[in-house]
């Protein structure tokens, strides 16, 4: 197998693994520890050195499954790269406490999130999302702090605008804080703007970096939706009904099938042509990788061969085979 680059996360010093592994969906739902320390260890061995999570991922008990996993595999803490998100909170009917990045509830909720992971501390942490109830001054100072705590060594935001990204580092700039360093949006083959269009100027201007999510658009880029939905496939999960209209989009399923023709053609899967297309866009630092069996990971870091393979040519026929009009 190819070797693992590692990219620097945008300006900063941090080195993180061209493709990481992260637990939304997957953790706490389809896998458990023991199946969680099998991935992890064969991501690990694949060169892999960010794993990613966040509070809210099943309730908590993603961090818990984590957190335990990586003790039972006696990873040493230098190793490796973890981060956790926070912002829509675990205390249901608790004032304060959910989709808010209020100084109280971040400053309580990096605790929780240690808590359950069993570390003193994660090397990133995001604001899960925008939070217009609460001025970006008093989000920017508490994370900040935590910063400064040693409770996280950088911090980021995740799906913020790029005006909100550059609002807060400003504002970090001015008052000497520090600066939030990366973003963690989604970016595929089929979503698109934020990545390319909306964020072009912060690279340059700011440094930002990006650990970008769904590189397989939540399994559509597999192909495994063309001809409808797979037992035990993410869309037919309880509580994700929400994703059957993109998973079974028939105009996006047909471009997969194409996509699926230049795949076999260059010998690689059409998870790998997907991920390698993301991973070989220079602003982004990582492409987190999500996964329910140990299959998909090991067919999924195989998607650096892949990138090998992206040359102009290969990279002006995907972009002919996924129709501008139907990315977001
Ligand atoms: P993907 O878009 O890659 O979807 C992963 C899912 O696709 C797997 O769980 C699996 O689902 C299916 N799959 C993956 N590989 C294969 C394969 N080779 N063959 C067949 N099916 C496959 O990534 P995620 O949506 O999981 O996102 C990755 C990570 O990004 C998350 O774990 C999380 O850490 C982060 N994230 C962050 C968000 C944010 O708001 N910041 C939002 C979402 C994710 P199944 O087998 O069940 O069909």
């Known amino acids: 197998m190819a070797d693992m680059p590692l990219n620097r996360l945008g300006r900063s010093g941090l080195k993180v693994s061209a493709l990481s592994f992260g637990s939304w969906v997957t953790f706490g739902g389809q896998v458990d520890t023991g199946l969680a320390k099998e991935q992890l260890a064969v991501a690990r061995e694949g060169g892999v050195n960010f794993f990613d999570n966040a509070e809210a991922y099943a309730g908590g008990k993603s961090e818990e499954i984590m957190g335990k996993a990586i003790a039972e595999l006696g990873w040493a803490r230098h190793t490796y790269v973890i981060s956790t998100k926070i912002f829509w909170g675990i205390h249901e009917g608790v004032p304060n406490m959910k989709n808010t990045l209020n100084r109280k509830y971040l400053l309580q909720a990096i605790d929780g999130s240690l808590d359950r992971l069993g570390l003193d501390f994660v090397d990133l942490l995001f604001c899960h999302r925008p939070d217009p109830e609460t001025p970006i001054e008093e989000t920017v100072w508490a994370m900040s702090d935590i910063v400064s705590s040693g409770k996280a060594l950088y911090w980021g935001t995740s799906e913020w605008s790029a005006d909100e990204i550059r609002a807060a580092w400003d504002i970090a700039d001015r008052r000497n804080l520090h600066k939030p360093v990366m973003e963690q949006p989604q970016y595929n083959l089929f979503e698109t703007r934020r990545v390319e ?132």
Do not use: C, F
């Open 197 to 328: 269009k909306e964020y072009a100027r912060l690279y340059e201007d700011i440094g930002l970096g990006l650990t970008t999510w769904s590189p397989l658009a939540s399994g559509l880029l597999t192909g495994k939706y063309v001809d409808g939905i797979p037992e035990g496939s993410r869309a037919s999960l309880p509580g994700y009904e929400w994703l059957k209209g993109l998973l079974t989009d028939e105009e996006k399923n047909a471009q997969v099938r194409e996509l699926g023709a230049l795949a076999e053609r260059l010998d690689v899967t059409t998870s790998q042509l997907a991920i390698a297309w993301v991973a070989k866009n220079p602003h982004v630092s990582t492409v987190i990788l999500g996964a329910s069996n140990v299959e998909q990971v090991h067919e999924n870091l195989g998607a650096l061969e892949a990138l090998e393979r992206l040359d102009d040519d290969v990279m002006a026929e995907i972009v002919g085979i996924i129709h501008p009009w139907t990315r977001g």
